[in-house]
């Protein structure tokens, strides 16, 4: 009963916090009620400038959001910044990181586990629907961008 009383409150307060999961694509389609469930399972992190996120190898455990900041990879030759997602590729590639990331700047992102993520779209068929359309306009995109850097 507690969950449906902060949700409710959370209408009428329209916590930016929740509104601002929109500026990334792949949460552009959820409701305020969807974006407070996503919200429970958000964490803010901070990097500093040349700290590495993750390296190639490592388990594929977390994706990362850029509200603020240069992100470098090192198989590619651009940097990643605010309102993009980082790790979709290898969520859905496999369990390893494909390449290194290393903060080029001072650095903060929400952090999102890929099991609590899984967990939370097997829950809510009709959210996990929306995120996974997202996150294929994401890496659709990702993909027309990489290829017009190549020509």
Not at 72 to 80: A, F, G, K, T
Not at 109 to 128: F, H, Q, T
Request: include cysteine; charge should be negative.
């Amino acid at each position: 009963m507690k969950s449906i009383y902060d949700w409710l409150i959370s209408l009428f307060h329209k916590p930016q916090m929740y509104l601002g999961y929109r500026v990334f694509r792949i949460f552009q389609e959820l409701s305020s009620y969807e974006l407070y469930l996503l919200h429970g399972i958000v964490h803010q992190r901070s990097f500093k400038a040349n700290e590495v996120l993750y390296e190639t190898g490592y388990p594929m455990e977390v994706i990362y959001l850029i509200i603020e900041g240069e992100i470098s990879l090192n198989d590619v030759e651009h940097q990643i910044g605010k309102d993009k997602v980082l790790g979709l590729w290898d969520m859905f590639s496999g369990a390893k990181r494909n390449s290194t990331a290393i903060a080029q700047t001072d650095v903060s992102v929400y952090a999102i586990s890929r099991s609590d993520l899984m967990e939370l779209m097997e829950a809510r068929p009709r959210l996990g629907m929306k995120i996974l359309q997202g996150c294929c306009a994401e890496i659709v995109q990702d993909a027309l961008i990489l290829r017009a850097r190549e020509h």
